[in-house]
């Protein structure tokens, strides 16, 4: 079982705007005072760098353009509606956001079949979207492929119950939390798990802070001790520069590369980043149109490819 692979899924957007729809509770999201065609080729630039440096870095990335139909803003995400298993397995997830369903298309499963994946099987939890249940996918669920954990913060987007079924179906024991972050001087629910945690092989970045409850907290620190994980603490400020929002993956030769935004990068301070260089090579590129407007960054826009091939 391996925690990293080499290979990623992205969707290069057609549309990209701020989505009013999952506005209502991502409290990352910015209103950037410019006409929507203006931020939309300002995220492709920024989708395109990012990509290219991927690239540079020996990751291979598969890049599927999104459709001008149906209207889909947050394509850019794909890690929120699908994730794919070393078994062959593929996980489709329900989505809070109505035109975020949208996202869900049949025929990227066909392209990766085409360039040789293995499908054997798909996990479609789409039907709790009737009665507003929702999981989204590894933006919601962190998964510790190798020790068989998953680590979900609650939230309006992961639902406990739906979350302890993908759990009982993957075969992996469920680490629950609630993580907070404070906004106009309250502390509300953060979306994503993937915002304020990210995990390694071997390390941990995670904002302790965001959570409030100090059991929950001790238990998650906890089990990343016990599966001889280095915590990386990050502030909550950090957070909200996306310091939560990286993702390790596999470049040339097999080396260890930490992916994050350059927001991220800039945000962390001289003893994090020695931590993560003790590891793995820290990769970085702006995307400071797509944090903004999307609320999302690296980790979000990276769907992890783990099938096996033909």
């Not at 035109?99 to 049949?106: F, P, S, V």
């Not at 907290?217 to 520069?241: A, S, Y």
């Not at 927001?263 to 590891?279: G, M």
Request: proline letters at 3%; one cysteine or more; a negative charge.
């Amino acid at each position: 079982m391996m925690q990293i692979t080499n290979t990623i899924l992205m969707i290069r957007p057609v549309n990209f705007r701020m989505n009013e729809q999952t506005a209502v509770n991502n409290y990352f999201m910015e209103d950037l005072d410019e006409k929507n065609n203006q931020i939309n080729q300002k995220a492709q630039g920024e989708f395109d760098a990012f990509v290219d440096t991927l690239k540079s870095s020996g990751v291979n990335v598969i890049v599927v353009n999104d459709t001008e139909e149906p209207d889909t803003p947050d394509s850019i995400f794909p890690n929120n509606w699908i994730s794919f298993h070393e078994n062959g397995t593929v996980g489709v997830y329900p989505m809070f956001a109505e035109n975020r369903r949208n996202e869900r298309r049949e025929d990227i499963l066909e392209i990766l079949e085409e360039q040789g994946y293995l499908i054997s099987n798909i996990m479609d939890y789409t039907a709790a979207e009737e009665e507003g249940i929702f999981l989204e996918g590894t933006g919601s669920v962190i998964l510790d492929r190798v020790n068989g954990k998953a680590y979900c913060a609650l939230s309006e987007r992961a639902d406990e119950e739906l979350f302890i079924e993908f759990c009982e179906d993957f075969d992996c024991m469920p680490v629950i939390f609630t993580a907070n972050q404070s906004v106009d001087g309250k502390r509300l629910p953060i979306y994503h798990t993937n915002v304020m945690m990210a995990l390694g092989e071997d390390f941990a970045i995670i904002c302790l802070d965001s959570i409030d409850d100090k059991k929950e907290r001790k238990n998650v620190m906890d089990n990343l001790r016990n599966d001889k994980k280095e915590i990386i603490d990050i502030t909550e400020q950090q957070m909200h520069n996306f310091a939560g929002n990286m993702l390790e993956v596999l470049g040339r030769n097999g080396q260890r590369l930490l992916v994050m935004s350059s927001a991220a990068f800039n945000s962390l301070d001289d003893s994090q980043v020695t931590a993560i260089e003790k590891r793995c090579k820290i990769v970085h590129s702006p995307l400071d149109t797509i944090e903004a407007c999307g609320g999302g960054s690296a980790r979000c826009m990276m769907a992890e490819v783990f099938l096996p091939k033909k």
